[in-house]
C-alpha cells in the first residue's frame, strides 16, 4: 500500500484543518488506518484509527472532541477533521495502514511521507 497525505498548512489557533491520505497499490477497503504525528524532538504519538469498514473508531483520549477520523473507500482515501487547533497540535502528521485497528505504531507496516501541520498563537 503507498500512502500519500495533503492538507496540511498553517492555521491560527481556533482554525480548522481536514488532512487527506490517498492510498494505492492494494485493496484499500481491507486495511485498518490511522493517524499519527509526531512534534520535534518527540517520539511518534498515536492520533486516531478506523476499522477498514469504518464501524470502528478509536481515538487518543487527549484529542476526543476535536479529532474526527474517516474514511471514504470508494475514493480509496483517510481524512483527519481537526478542529479548535492549538499551538501544541503542531505535528508532522502521517497516515498508516495494516490488518488491524492498534494505537501502536509498531502495528503498522505502511506509512506515508508526512504532511506539516502548524498551528499559530
Known amino acids: 500500500v503507498q500512502l500519500v497525505e495533503s492538507g496540511g498548512g498553517l492555521v491560527q489557533a481556533g482554525g480548522s484543518l481536514r488532512l487527506s491520505c490517498a492510498a494505492s497499490g492494494r485493496t484499500f477497503s481491507n486495511y485498518a488506518m490511522a493517524w499519527f504525528r509526531q512534534a520535534p524532538g518527540k517520539e511518534r504519538e498515536f492520533v486516531a484509527a478506523?476499522?477498514?469498514?469504518?464501524?470502528?473508531?478509536v481515538y487518543a483520549d487527549s484529542l476526543k472532541g476535536r479529532f474526527t477520523i474517516s474514511r471514504d473507500n470508494a475514493k480509496n482515501t483517510l481524512y483527519l477533521q481537526m478542529n479548535s487547533l492549538k499551538p501544541e497540535d503542531t505535528a508532522v502528521y502521517y497516515c498508516a495502514a495494516d490488518r488491524t485497528v492498534s494505537n501502536l505504531a509498531t502495528a503498522y507496516n505502511y506509512w506515508g511521507q508526512g504532511t506539516q501541520v502548524t498551528v499559530s498563537s
Open positions: 478506523i476499522k477498514w469498514s469504518g464501524g470502528q473508531t
